[in-house]
């Protein structure tokens, strides 16, 4: 192909884009209660009960400034304490979850579906804001942000991942102005509390194993966007069609119901968070973490006291268990508490290689007893040789540290020499 042919080439496809620019947008035919807001954009509200929805909510126990929604703490410093904060009602927080194209994130990624949850007594009212076609996005996003900006705080699960930057990203594509916003994201919280009881932390398990919820009649969220997109490029939409779009619409609502709910109990247990560590089976040590991290460090105490001396209220596995306690057994070390550190260790779990070898320590250091400290090192040796570690240092990621069987090693041998040179003292 020459020059000439290539310029008519492009000439032609430039004047058919200018005349689809240009045409209007394809009518579609909608449900009963959706409204057509905007050209290509449909908003619907639906209803759901909500058991145990409370009046107010305290999300600066979970979240208070300056802490980064990932639970650091910002440039500005230490965290405040926000323990005594007034609450907030409970309709000035929204549940926030997209419905897009892809998972990648990128800009060639839209969103398409938008359902945003909101407390009205003990029903959840959601607004859903549907885009039909591509030249609508706009006023889509514009629609969004106006719902998102009535709000105090918006909650998601993997927004601060997702959610949120698609959002800004196709905001700042259509010159769009989002307003700065408080957010949590409550899977960071579910990673720290149960993220350990499943393989994945996927709002489908938290559902599964937090809520005992089991969905009907869902659609795979694989396929969600391959639905919209077979949409979007069918002139007159077939009605198996409408059949899928009805179920990613119900899907969206689902993510939001399930989110509000999981919002629900999460905040619980900053709030109450004795309580809720049982009820919930929460792993005591990813909560103690969080509270320390809001500042609320004697209460992570209390609730690493109670694993330690009241273990039977929790249905805790040994590993869980020796969790907590080394976390309790650190607090003390920070703190110089000696009654605390002693005591911590010594209810370590007596086939725990950690544990074993934290009382040889504690037998040597601190209680002055190398006697029974070389008994605590040699039990310790043996669950290191049960547990596979090879007798030249073992596993490569301990390499250095005081559980390989060469520290036991060196551990037992100056031990011996301890006992050997105190009895040759006695004996004289």
Sequence with gaps: MNLKDRLALIKSAKDNKDKNAFSPPRRRDMPQGWIETAPSVWTREVDRPCIGAPEVFFPHLMRPAPMLED?????????????????????????FDLETTGLSGGAGTIAFLSTVGHFEGADLVLRQTFLGDYPGERDFLASVISHLSEADWIVTYNGAAFDIPLLQTRCVLNRIAMPPIRHIDVLHDCRRFW????????????????????????????????????????????????????????????????LARLFILIESAYRSPDSAVVQYAIDPAGLARRLMKTGRLEEAKRILLMVRDRAELFELTETSKMRALRHLASIAWKERNRNLYVNTILAMDDRSL??????????????????????????AREIALAEGMEEDGAQSDMRGSALTIEAIDHRIARLARKIAKMNSLSAR
């Design 71 to 95: 639970g650091r703490e910002g440039r500005g410093g230490a965290v405040a304490q926000s323990v005594d904060l007034p609450p907030i009602p409970a309709g000035r927080i929204v549940f």
């Design 195 to 258: 993220g350990r009881k499943v393989a994945s932390c996927s709002l489908a398990s938290m559902e599964a194993l937090v809520l005992k919820k089991e969905r009907d009649e869902d659609i795979p969220a694989a396929l969600v966007p391959k639905v919209w997109l077979d949409y979007v490029k069918t002139e007159v939409p077939r009605d198996d069609q409408g059949e899928l779009l009805s179920l990613v619409w119900q899907h969206n609502v689902q993510d939001v119901v399930s």
């Design 354 to 379: 950690f544990g074993c070898v934290a009382k040889a320590k504690l037998y040597e250091h601190f209680l002055k007893d190398e006697e029974e400290a070389l008994v605590w090192a040699k039990r």
